[in-house]
């Protein structure tokens, strides 16, 4: 029997000869085969930071653009009729690159403003400023769209922010293309970000978004709550001890007055909660 070659991808010497070798049966679901993967970094065949960007791309899959998108109360926007004095300081002080730009109604979007198209108004005066001859257009998705659908859009029109619209026709709120991404990758932070104004969102009257990473203390002082701090710093660690295992992307738990369900989790942590408040007695403690 001769042997395989040195470099051969061929043979169960090589990691995909290896892989493979794991699928001994047949994978007729997601969950399945993340726990092939799963096999697979134990045996050392993937590494962590790999099986975590693959399942970070297989939730992909499953999700809708409503679980990630900023809501309509967290974006800011820019007004048709607003001058250039009007517009500068609302850039500067959102430190975004895009902006919805608003008709005359609060759901009427007429376009996108990128900030980079202000630049000739450093050279040009105000009275020469149309904000119309600077707009892009606008992309419009249902809340229901599926992310991986959304993603590919994206690469194939090289629009990097759509307009999410809600059941009744209106501006439910923006979702980009770094939204996405990070459902895969994790979080990507640029010198920009401002970490706490993006730990907690609301997305209706009684849920919100949360950061696993968010500190309780944080947490507590948005929610005027007293969970306890005393033997975890992060909300996501205090969640992951009702749990006592990594929980799977929808699981729930009950904590107090809220439930907390997993939006998005790996096989080492928890990346993001919707927390909903409910009556404290319809919750155990302990969950």
């Given at each position: 029997m001769s042997e395989d070659q040195p470099g051969s991808d061929s043979g169960s010497g090589s990691w995909i000869g290896k892989l493979t070798n794991l699928f001994t049966e047949s994978v007729d679901d997601t969950k399945s085969l993340v726990n092939i993967l799963r096999q697979a970094e134990q045996n050392q065949i993937i590494d962590a930071d790999g099986l975590s960007i693959i399942e970070g791309a297989l939730q992909v899959n499953d999700m809708q653009v409503r679980e990630?998108?900023?809501?309509?109360?967290?974006?800011?926007?820019?007004d048709i009729t607003d001058s250039p004095r009007d517009i500068i300081p609302k850039v500067i002080e959102a430190g975004h690159s895009r902006f919805p730009v608003i008709g005359e109604s609060k759901d009427d979007v007429v376009g996108i403003l990128l900030a980079k198209d202000l630049l000739p108004l450093v050279l040009d005066s105000e009275s020469r400023f149309n904000l119309k001859d600077v707009l892009r257009p606008a992309i419009f998705v249902p809340e229901s769209k599926r992310l991986n659908v959304l993603l590919k859009e994206f690469r194939e029109n090289k629009n990097h922010m759509a307009i999410v619209i809600d059941e009744y026709g209106g501006m439910g709120g923006v979702v980009t293309i770094e939204d996405v991404l990070e459902q895969i990758v994790g979080e990507i932070e640029d010198e920009y970000d401002i970490?706490?104004?993006?730990?907690?969102?609301?997305?209706?009257k009684d849920s919100y978004t949360v950061k696993a990473l968010t500190p309780i203390e944080?947490?507590?002082?948005?929610?005027?709550?007293?969970l306890p701090d005393d033997e975890y710093d992060t909300i996501g660690g205090l969640v992951l001890d009702q749990f006592r295992h990594i929980p799977e992307r929808d699981e729930t738990v009950g904590i107090g007055p809220y439930v907390f369900k997993v939006l998005n989790a790996d096989s080492r942590q928890i990346r993001l909660l919707l927390v909903t408040t409910v009556f404290a007695e319809d919750t155990d403690e302990t969950g």
């Open positions: 990630i998108m900023i809501p309509r109360s967290q974006v800011a926007t820019i970490d706490e104004e993006d730990q907690i969102k609301k997305v209706d944080d947490f507590n002082a948005f929610f005027h709550s007293n």
